[in-house]
């Protein structure tokens, strides 16, 4: 059980707190020893340089001594000079000799002649090395010469040397107090960038805080976006338009669940007060005949209603077409021309169709749709007027199909609604019902319009209503069934 849980710990993402702690963390570990190792080579670097200029100052003052030398000068004396060249030098040493390693002038340990036998030295100039003797480290100068009479007349190497174990010793400690600073430089700027995490995280979790207030019952909530960082303002808008979504969606549902209870309620009612009345007393065979035949009829509007309902869920839900087929457009209006053909008539309505055109789509959701445009013109258009379907197509915007019939002109507040369920602009003339009397024609016509892609839209002046179809120019590549 704890492996379980451990392996489902170790899944879990990270929270952004701890990834840009981490991300500090990491940053200063790298950031902070490279500029220690630069310090350190520089200040290193810094020693040798003051160690290369001291010793280089007592190389020309030696040679200023040697080029003043004179046949009549005591050596002891030349010693002296010598020996007073060092004096200030921080333990400077000095040591002359010929190339057969005679030595000329040697002052007090450390014994350079070791060194100057041992080493192969750059005779062609003056040259600085590290050296190590009893224990101590010494950095030493040493450089080739012509013959100076009188002190000799075969050239002659001069080693000069300097101890730098004072330096590094400060170098040591130095490094110990700077690489302890740097260890805790690094904790520090962890934990000053955990602090500031979650100071910086303080908006979201406020944001976080408002959107846990918010209930089905506090849908009109909103997130303030000029209260918030600019990062994540975005953020505020993109929750504020999703909410302003679900607050419609939430509505409209509301409203759904409201007039499905309506539109059930009514042959519910019809049908529990006819049985009521024919249980009331004894009847004749005719008479429960007649009261069956009468609920016959609110069982097949409720069948219908709950059809035409699910017919709506699968359309919304569905995210393609699968039976598509190429269709003839004047095909499929005039098979509906037909099939309204008669109740047309007895309305003393005319049915007339303009234009051509080949689109892709599944042939009986199109036909459901057109179909339902078309009953709800004719219910609409009074005698003697004329319903026309118009098909027109471009280029650019696909095929256009317009059903138009006069009558009297909608009122413009009522156009966006008349594709919502269950919408009438006229409960007693039941607009919008499309051919089912219910309000769901339209709503039907909507979604199918919009499963292939297109869009439907109606406009209502000077005593004509039109239903403006819009489908995409038909795709080539699709496969046909």
Known sequence: MLRVRLERLLRRPFSLALRLTLLFGVTAAIVFPVFGWVISQSMEHHFVTQDTDELKVIVHAVEEVLSDIRGTDDPDQLAQRLDDILVGHHNASLYIATQDNRTLFASPAPDLSNIIKTAEWDTSGE?????????????????????????????????????????????????????????????????????????????????????????????????????????????????????????????????????????????????????????????????????LYSNMEEYERMAQMVGDMLFLSQTDNRSRIEHVERLDLVDEVRALFDYYEGWAEERGVALELEGTATITGDRLMLRRALGNLLSNAIRHTPAGGIVRVIITTSDGDGTHIVVENPGSEIPPEHLPKLFDRFYRVDASRQRGGGDDGIGLGLAIAKSIITAHGGEVSVASTAGMTSFRITLPAPDRDRTEN
């Open 127 to 291: 040259s600085v090395h590290r050296w190590h003797d009893a224990g101590t480290s010494y950095t030493i100068m040493v450089k080739s010469m012509d013959g100076r009479e009188p002190i000799t007349d075969q050239p002659f190497i001069l080693a000069v040397a300097v101890p730098f174990d004072d330096h590094q010793h400060f170098l040591a400690a130095f490094r110990r107090t700077l690489w302890l600073m740097i260890a805790s430089s690094i904790i520090v700027m962890g934990l000053m960038g955990w602090v500031a995490v979650r100071q910086g995280h303080a908006p979201l979790h406020d944001i976080v805080a408002r959107i846990r207030r918010i209930s089905a019952n506090e849908l009109n909530a909103r997130l303030p976006p000029e209260g918030v960082p600019h990062e994540l303002r975005d953020l505020a808008v993109a929750f504020n338009d999703m909410l302003q979504r679900v607050d419609a969606a939430f509505h409209q549902l509301s409203n759904f669940n409201a007039d499905i209870a309506h539109e059930l309620r009514t042959p519910v009612t019809n049908l529990m007060t006819q049985t009521q009345v024919v249980l009331s007393r004894a009847r004749t065979i005719d008479e429960y005949r007649e009261i």
